[in-house]
């Protein structure tokens, strides 16, 4: 295959913005798909390798040695195999190289329609490796309609349009269109597709986790890291963060000087209110760390695998323990992964709430 073509589709893969090694695939799979209906090839047999930096090209068909022909398209008889490689025997498997008159004419005949389908393999093949490395990720995407009905924002990611759903969206916040936003990349379906599909979300814990990572250096460096996120989007975050250096602050590092660090998480969550607590192995001083603000008296671990404690709090800390609606208190449990019993310690048995009722 002459320089030329190697030329044409460097210039190619610039103006659609592809890599070189997507469209020589793409362009790869057209040829194989041209040749297997050229030569009514309706099987595995045929392959083709293309090295852009050699400016090569090889196709071949994989035939089967015989002694008789039954299959005209998958056989060949052991004579002629031996021109190809010596010794061949009945049962092996040899390569026949296409001849370049034989690519030409494919091409000339099928040139344009393999150029096409090239160029959608590669674009569809571009998608699905940038989807795959954008999972549990933040991305930038622009808002491009919103449905006046259901509130599901069409967001325009590259060349494709996804849905934001209305129940992944924060409460009270409203999108129009044009409007630049982060989304986090929970999962995405059907890869080995030829359009994959993303679940987006703006209320998953991991959009907290990730802001913060870039956020915060010493969480990005892996000295701070993110032992546990509890969220109820555009409300409030509780986050649990451990350091693995003893003259680092971990919970300091996460607010920042000046709260410069956190405030400018809130503002980007629309105001949602978080707590950086201190994850401890210790689980009753876990679980007080993560009722915080709320001073806690003690922890007492309930016997059993259930995992539930009583917790004892001032009585005038009790609501602020309890929380808004229970809350404090309910992030604090999905926090710890513990119910919690709380307590005032005045014992006044009326005033107290477990986990099962703020659930």
Request: hydrophobic letters at 35%.
């Given at each position: 295959?002459?320089?030329e073509?190697?030329?044409?589709l460097r210039?190619?893969?610039k103006?659609?913005?592809l890599?070189?090694?997507?469209?020589?695939d793409?362009?790869?799979?057209?040829i194989?798909?041209?040749?297997?209906?050229?030569?009514d090839?309706k099987?595995?047999m045929?392959f083709?390798e293309?090295n852009?930096?050699?400016k090569?090209m090889?196709?071949?068909?994989?035939?089967n040695?015989?002694?008789?022909?039954?299959?005209?398209?998958?056989d060949?008889?052991?004579?002629?195999?031996?021109?190809?490689?010596?010794g061949?025997?009945?049962?092996?498997?040899?390569e026949?190289?296409?001849e370049?008159?034989d690519?030409s004419?494919i091409?000339?005949?099928?040139?344009?329609h393999?150029?096409?389908?090239?160029?959608?393999?590669a674009e569809h093949?571009?998608l699905?490796?940038e989807?795959?490395?954008?999972?549990?990720?933040?991305?930038?995407?622009?808002?491009?309609?919103?449905?006046?009905?259901?509130?599901?924002a069409t967001?325009e990611?590259?060349k494709?349009?996804?849905t934001l759903p209305?129940?992944?969206?924060?409460?009270?916040?409203?999108?129009?269109?044009?409007?630049?936003?982060?989304v986090?990349?929970?999962d995405?379906?059907d890869?080995?597709r030829?359009?994959?599909?993303a679940?987006?979300?703006?209320?998953?814990?991991?959009?907290v986790?990730?802001l913060?990572?870039?956020e915060?250096?010493?969480?990005?460096?892996g000295?701070v890291?993110?032992?546990?996120?509890?969220?109820?989007?555009?409300s409030?975050?509780?986050?649990?963060?451990?350091?693995?250096?003893?003259?680092?602050d971990?919970?300091?590092?996460?607010?920042?000087?000046?709260?410069a660090?956190?405030?400018?998480?809130?503002?980007m969550l629309?105001g949602?209110?978080?707590?950086i607590?201190r994850?401890?192995?210790?689980?009753?001083?876990?679980?007080?760390?993560?009722l915080?603000?709320?001073?806690v008296?003690a922890?007492d671990?309930?016997?059993g695998?259930?995992?539930s404690?009583?917790?004892?709090?001032?009585?005038?800390?009790?609501?602020?323990?309890?929380?808004?609606?229970g809350?404090?208190?309910?992030?604090?449990?999905?926090?710890t992964?513990?119910?919690?019993?709380?307590?005032?310690?005045?014992?006044?048995?009326?005033?107290?709430?477990?986990?099962d009722?703020?659930?």
């Amino acid at each position: 295959m002459n320089s030329e073509f190697f030329d044409a589709l460097r210039l190619l893969s610039k103006e659609k913005g592809l890599k070189m090694e997507a469209l020589c695939d793409g362009i790869q799979k057209a040829i194989i798909t041209a040749v297997k209906k050229d030569y009514d090839n309706k099987e595995d047999m045929v392959f083709c390798e293309i090295n852009h930096e050699k400016k090569d090209m090889k196709v071949y068909i994989r035939k089967n040695v015989v002694s008789e022909i039954s299959d005209p398209v998958s056989d060949i008889l052991v004579d002629h195999a031996q021109k190809y490689k010596t010794g061949a025997l009945p049962g092996e498997i040899i390569e026949i190289p296409l001849e370049t008159k034989d690519v030409s004419r494919i091409a000339a005949d099928k040139g344009k329609h393999v150029l096409r389908q090239g160029i959608r393999e590669a674009e569809h093949g571009q998608l699905r490796e940038e989807f795959q490395s954008r999972i549990q990720e933040i991305i930038t995407v622009k808002v491009q309609r919103i449905d006046p009905i259901t509130g599901d924002a069409t967001i325009e990611i590259g060349k494709l349009e996804e849905t934001l759903p209305k129940s992944e969206q924060m409460p009270h916040e409203t999108f129009k269109e044009g409007d630049i936003i982060k989304v986090f990349v929970v999962d995405v379906k059907d890869l080995d597709r030829k359009f994959p599909k993303a679940t987006l979300s703006r209320t998953h814990s991991g959009l907290v986790k990730r802001l913060f990572e870039t956020e915060v250096p010493e969480i990005y460096d892996g000295t701070v890291e993110i032992r546990a996120i509890s969220r109820e989007a555009g409300s409030r975050t509780k986050m649990a963060v451990y350091s693995s250096d003893e003259n680092v602050d971990p919970v300091g590092a996460c607010i920042g000087p000046r709260g410069a660090r956190v405030g400018k998480i809130v503002d980007m969550l629309g105001g949602e209110k978080i707590d950086i607590v201190r994850f401890s192995e210790d689980q009753a001083e876990f679980i007080s760390e993560a009722l915080k603000p709320a001073d806690v008296i003690a922890v007492d671990i309930n016997e059993g695998d259930e995992r539930s404690c009583s917790v004892t709090v001032p009585d005038t800390q009790l609501s602020l323990a309890i929380g808004n609606k229970g809350q404090n208190a309910r992030l604090a449990a999905k926090l710890t992964g513990w119910k919690i019993d709380i307590r005032p310690e005045s014992g006044i048995t009326e005033q107290t709430i477990n986990f099962d009722e703020i659930t």
